[in-house]
Nanobody, 121 residues
């Protein structure tokens, strides 16, 4: 079975940092671009960042550019999201997802269950 399991979420003060991890199994992880998508309470999903299958190319939403860094370790089937200078507006459930489509999260093949990130002011 395909599984994406996120971890690393939690409660942090504004200006703080968190590192999210997502461990994949059940599919050929190294062949898939990976992405992070978040959903804040009462809002629709927002694509956050994506990384190519080999980890060479990464792209970011303007709202997180310069603060968040996506990376991956194909030997460990894991993708990460380092989040620095967190703001209250970053509060959301964060999902990792595998698939092509760039920022078009509706096209992704596989999704994790999500991890909650809460940033207090």
């Amino acid at each position: 079975d395909v599984q994406l399991v996120e971890s690393g979420g939690g409660l942090v003060q504004s200006g703080g940092s968190l590192r999210l991890s997502c461990v994949a199994s059940g599919f050929n992880f190294s062949r898939y671009p990976m992405n992070w998508v978040r959903q804040a309470p009462g809002k629709g999903p927002e694509w956050v960042a994506g990384i190519s299958s080999g980890g060479v190319v990464s792209i970011y939403a303007d709202s997180v550019k310069g603060r968040f860094t996506i990376s991956r370790d194909n030997a460990k089937n894991t993708v990460y999201l380092q989040m620095n200078s967190l703001r209250p507006e970053d509060t959301a459930v964060y999902y990792c997802a595998a698939g092509l489509g760039g920022k078009n999260y509706r096209s992704y093949n596989y999704w994790g269950q999500g991890t909650q990130v809460t940033v207090s002011s």
